[in-house]
């Protein structure tokens, strides 16, 4: 169904002229679900747009090689000649939109390829019964979610009836569930239907048991296709069950919560009851695993996650909080308080109330309803902080004290460059040269200073906004979807940041559906459900029981509340 032939591409302003992609050679059968992983940057997006001609027709560049498919070479035949074979899922959903409500857009791909009205309205339905998209029929697309783009996107393509389904990250904003149903909607038309679908995903935790085969792609070169479990074995993109199984040198490699579970009943038995803290972090006074969770609140009291208790150390307030977004309360009468040092991760399924609670911190959105108050510097030199209006603070003020990364990174950027991003990010914060940069440098690894920032990948494009927001160190951090098309180990290296963030006394809001990063770097969690609070407390007991939002190793160990496998190493070396 898809054939590469000793494929090569240089885009015309590569760095050195660097091939994004080097020798590629590999057939993918008509009916199979292939996986394709890889290191942020590594040629991922590259490969999946030569499937369906993108590359080179619409990016431009040198492609030589072969790319067959169902038998149409894409040198002769642009990607419009492939739409009735081809359909392709982008990273950004509102790049691909061209209407202006769901069930248009739904309809929209069938109706340039001819189908009959008949059975456009019988696909259409089915679409968004299969995706859960029922209730948003007629809602306008710029006023979703970003979870809820993304499934519509998918549902956009998929009711075009493709015979071949290429998808470039298509659960990085869904919520666990969410995710979950899409894949094994996808599940079903590969084994139900015979669909060949290929796709790249860095939340491998989710996907990596629904696949046949693997592509693993470093560097512009790609792997033989292999089975999953043997890739697993060698790529430096993997997630916590392949990286517990490493740790305690299992064989083989366990793929799934089911297969894991298996090997861990020993495990299970000699770990103690509850986590040690790490050997780098002092004893929580709470269940919590960070430290963090023990600092003395007023009175001397300890803060164990909860609702801040109000005082000196309150970063960001927001009490009886409602937003209303077009037609919509995105949020209702929303109390939360967080503190200095602390990392606060918001989670629920898509359209919760997430971002825009966010957005009214950060001042974007006036409530409807309630107040919203952030930590500023006063006025004068000498006097004491005060609590700030957001919405009612000059930017030039507040952008000291509060920092946001949306969703999309590029609302952030605006040079010509990276290094332009840097320098510019640097001048404005008043920051010594090279400080951005050298963030950058330690999040993304080696993003070329010379390339626009349109040309990154999606997680380069996010290292470089993290970047710019980060280096100024703001009191308030404000991150919404910030592992969004990082691997592994970009994901830890920004962990890594938050941390040293918050030891030094900011605090770290972040909204996420990344249930690894929660149980990494939160100390505290928030669950919104309908735009209200229906679960706040610390990560451990909040992650740890729940169906939805347990990480891999909860999962694995369940009933002892560890969450990761840092947890499940500091436990063994304790119980020696």
Same mark, same amino acid.
């Given at each position: 169904?898809i054939r590469f ?7 015309d302003?590569a760095?050195g002229?660097r091939p ?6 590999f ?12 290191p942020?940057?590594s ?5 999946l747009?030569c499937i ?5 027709h619409f ?8 790319v ?15 739409a ?5 899922v982008?990273?950004d ?5 061209v209407?202006d409500t769901?069930?248009?857009e739904? *309809? ?8 009959e009205p008949?059975?456009?309205r019988r ?8 995706l859960?998209?029922?209730d948003l029929?007629d809602?306008?697309?710029?006023e979703?979610?970003?979870?809820q783009?993304q499934?519509v996107a ?7 009836g493709?015979?071949?389904?290429v998808?470039?990250e298509p659960?990085?904003a869904l919520?666990?569930?969410a995710a ?5 909607a996808?599940h079903?038309?590969?084994h139900?239907?015979?669909?060949t679908?290929?796709?790249a995903?860095?939340? !491998?935790e989710r ?11 470093e560097q512009?070169r790609?792997a033989?296709?292999t089975d999953?479990?043997?890739a697993?074995t060698?790529?430096?993109v ?9 740790a305690?040198?299992?064989?083989p490699?366990p793929l799934?919560?089911?297969?894991a579970?298996?090997w861990a009943?020993g495990?299970?038995?000699?770990l ?8 780098a972090?002092?004893?929580?006074a ?16 300890a803060y164990?996650?909860?609702?801040a208790?109000?005082g000196a150390?309150?970063v960001?307030?927001v009490h ?10 995105a949020l209702?009468?929303v109390?939360l ?6 990392v606060?991760?918001?989670m629920?399924?898509n359209g ?5 609670l966010?957005?009214? !911190?950060v001042?974007? !959105?006036?409530?409807?309803?309630g ?6 510097a006063?006025?004068?030199a000498?006097?004491p902080?005060?609590?700030?209006d957001?919405a009612?603070?000059?930017?030039a003020?507040l952008v000291?004290c509060?920092?946001?990364?949306p969703?999309?990174?590029?609302l952030l950027?605006?040079?010509d ?7 510019s ?7 010594p040269?090279?400080?951005t940069?050298a963030l950058l ?7 070329a200073?010379a390339?626009?920032p349109?040309d990154?990948?999606?997680?380069e494009r996010?290292c470089l906004?993290?970047s710019?927001?980060l *280096?100024?160190r703001p009191t ?8 969004r ?8 290296r ?8 918050a ?8 909204a996420?559906?990344d249930v690894?990063?929660a149980a990494?770097?939160?100390?505290r969690?928030?669950v919104?459900a309908?735009g209200?609070v229906v679960?706040d407390?610390p990560?451990?007991e ?7 939002f ?5 999962k694995?160990?369940?009933p002892l509340?560890y ?7 500091a436990?063994?070396?304790? *119980?020696?």
């Amino acid at each position: 169904m898809i054939r590469f032939d000793d494929v090569s591409f240089v885009h015309d302003d590569a760095v050195g002229g660097r091939p994004a992609l080097s020798s590629v050679t590999f057939t993918i059968d008509e009916g199979e679900l292939v996986l394709v992983v890889g290191p942020t940057g590594s040629g991922k997006s590259t490969l999946l747009r030569c499937i369906n001609g993108l590359v080179p027709h619409f990016s431009g560049g040198t492609l030589s090689g072969t790319v067959l498919v169902d038998g149409r070479d894409t040198r002769t035949h642009r990607p419009r000649d492939l739409a009735d074979v081809v359909g392709f899922v982008v990273q950004d959903p509102l790049a691909s939109f061209v209407t202006d409500t769901v069930e248009d857009e739904l *309809a929209y791909g069938m109706e340039t390829l001819g189908v009959e009205p008949g059975a456009m309205r019988r696909r259409v339905e089915e679409t968004l019964d299969l995706l859960g998209l029922a209730d948003l029929r007629d809602r306008t697309l710029t006023e979703l979610s970003g979870g809820q783009q993304q499934r519509v996107a998918i549902g956009a393509v998929l009711a075009a009836g493709p015979r071949v389904l290429v998808l470039d990250e298509p659960t990085s904003a869904l919520d666990p569930v969410a995710a979950e149903d899409v894949l094994a909607a996808l599940h079903r038309l590969v084994h139900d239907v015979g669909i060949t679908v290929v796709l790249a995903e860095h939340r !491998l935790e989710r996907v990596i048991h629904h696949a046949d085969r693997v592509l693993v792609v470093e560097q512009g070169r790609v792997a033989p296709l292999t089975d999953p479990a043997d890739a697993m074995t060698r790529s430096l993109v993997h997630p916590p069950v392949i990286e517990l199984g490493r740790a305690l040198g299992w064989s083989p490699l366990p793929l799934s919560i089911r297969d894991a579970r298996r090997w861990a009943r020993g495990l299970r038995s000699s770990l103690p009851p509850v986590p040690v803290p790490h050997p780098a972090q002092p004893p929580a006074a709470g269940p919590g695993r960070s430290g963090r969770l023990g600092r003395p609140g007023p009175g001397g009291a300890a803060y164990r996650g909860g609702p801040a208790l109000p005082g000196a150390d309150v970063v960001a307030a927001v009490h009886g909080l409602a937003v209303r977004r077009g037609v919509s309360h995105a949020l209702r009468g929303v109390d939360l308080e967080a503190r200095r040092g602390s990392v606060v991760a918001v989670m629920g399924r898509n359209g919760a109330g997430k971002s825009t609670l966010l957005a009214s !911190l950060v001042g974007q !959105l006036r409530p409807s309803a309630g107040s919203v108050r952030v930590l500023g510097a006063a006025a004068a030199a000498t006097g004491p902080d005060v609590m700030l209006d957001p919405a009612a603070t000059a930017p030039a003020r507040l952008v000291a004290c509060v920092g946001l990364v949306p969703q999309d990174p590029g609302l952030l950027l605006y040079c010509d460059t990276v290094i332009g991003e840097c320098e510019s990010a640097d001048a404005d914060f008043g920051m010594p040269s090279g400080t951005t940069r050298a963030l950058l440098r330690r999040i993304g690894g080696d993003v070329a200073d010379a390339i626009h920032p349109r040309d990154l990948s999606e997680g380069e494009r996010l290292c470089l906004a993290l970047s710019v927001v980060l *280096a100024s160190r703001p009191t308030l951090v404000l991150l919404d979807e910030p592992t969004r098309g990082l691997d592994y180990p970009a994901k830890t290296r920004l962990v890594g940041v938050l941390r040293e963030l918050a030891d030094s006394g900011h605090t770290v809001v972040l909204a996420t559906h990344d249930v690894e990063l929660a149980a990494d770097v939160a100390d505290r969690v928030v669950v919104l459900a309908e735009g209200q609070v229906v679960a706040d407390g610390p990560v451990r007991e909040v992650l740890a029981g729940s169906p939805a939002f347990a990480p891999q190793v909860a999962k694995i160990l369940h009933p002892l509340p560890y969450l990761t496998v840092e947890d499940v190493v500091a436990g063994l070396g304790a *119980a020696s």
